[in-house]
C-alpha cells in the first residue's frame, strides 16, 4: 500500500517549509518510508512558495493554475500514484506517529475508504481551545447518533487532515470542483460513505495555523463550518458560497 500527500499551496511561504519537515520527518522515520509521496500542487502561487518546496529532496511539484482549494485538490488527487491520499494543508504539522497510525488502520479494516481526526491550534487560548473542542464534541455527538442510532454511515471528515483511499475517489468522481471552499469535507464524507466506512478518530490529530479562526474569530468560524456542514447533509451544497484569502 502507498500513500501520497497532496498539499494544496497558495502563497505558502511561511509555511510550506514547516509543513515539509513535518511530512518528511515523519516519513523517514517510519517502517513505510519507501511506500510515501509528497505532492505540492502549485496553485497559482506569486511567492517563493515553489522554490522553498523544491528544495526539499523526493517532492514533487505539479501547477493547477486555476486559483481554488477544490481545483489543487483535484489536481492532486489525479496527480498521486498512492493507493491512499492524504489531503493536508500547507500551514498544517503532522503529529508523531500520524504516518504509522494511517496505514495501520487502513490496513486493518478493508471497508475503510476514508479517515480524518481534528485539527490542534497550538497557538489558541486555552478557552478558545475548549471552544473549537465543544465544536468537535458536538459534531462527533452528532456523528454517533447518526451512526449508530440510524443506522448511517459517518459523513464526518475534517478538511485539511483526512485520507481517502483512491479508487473509492475515482467511483465517486473526484473532488466537486462546484464547491468554492465550505462544505468540500462533508461532501466528499457523504459520497464516499456510499462506498464503506468513513472515520473520524481523535486519536489522529494535526497541528495548524489559527490564522482563520483570528482573523474571523473562534465562535463565528465554528457556527460557519458548521452551517455548512448541516447544510451539505441536508441540501447537497454549501451555505456560505464565498471565503476570504487569509495569509
Known amino acids: 500500500m502507498k500513500l501520497s500527500f497532496s498539499i494544496p499551496a497558495y502563497n505558502e511561504a511561511a509555511n510550506i517549509g514547516s509543513c515539509l519537515d513535518s511530512v518528511t520527518r515523519e516519513a523517514e522515520s517510519s517502517p513505510y518510508k519507501d511506500n510515501i509521496e ?7 502561487c506569486t511567492d517563493s512558495t515553489v522554490e522553498i518546496a523544491e528544495k526539499f529532496s523526493g517532492v514533487k511539484i505539479v501547477s493547477e493554475p486555476r486559483k481554488g482549494l477544490l481545483f489543487a485538490r483535484q489536481r492532486g488527487y489525479l496527480s498521486s500514484t498512492g493507493d491512499l491520499i492524504a489531503n493536508i494543508d500547507a500551514d498544517t504539522i503532522l503529529t508523531s506517529g500520524w504516518i504509522d497510525k494511517v496505514f495501520q488502520e487502513f490496513t486493518q479494516d478493508k471497508d475503510l475508504v476514508g479517515l480524518s481526526g481534528p485539527f490542534i491550534y497550538p497557538r489558541l487560548s486555552w478557552s478558545e481551545g475548549m471552544l473549537v473542542d465543544v465544536f468537535y464534541r458536538i459534531g462527533f455527538i452528532f456523528h454517533f447518533f447518526n451512526h449508530y ?3 448511517r454511515e459517518s459523513m464526518m471528515l475534517q478538511g485539511g487532515n483526512f485520507i481517502v483511499l483512491k479508487k473509492a475517489m475515482e467511483q465517486v468522481g473526484g473532488f466537486n470542483l462546484s464547491i468554492s471552499f465550505y462544505g468540500e469535507d462533508t461532501d466528499i464524507a457523504r459520497r464516499l460513505s456510499t462506498l464503506g466506512k468513513v472515520k473520524f478518530s481523535f486519536q489522529l490529530p494535526i497541528y495548524t495555523s489559527e490564522r482563520r479562526l483570528r482573523a474571523e ?9 458548521a452551517m455548512n456542514h448541516f447544510w451539505m447533509l441536508i441540501f447537497n451544497r454549501p451555505f456560505t458560497k464565498k471565503y476570504q484569502d487569509i495569509r
Open 38 to 44: 509528497i505532492i505540492v500542487v502549485n496553485n497559482a
Open 149 to 151: 442510532l440510524f443506522r
Open 217 to 225: 474569530g473562534v465562535l463565528l468560524s465554528g457556527v460557519r463550518y
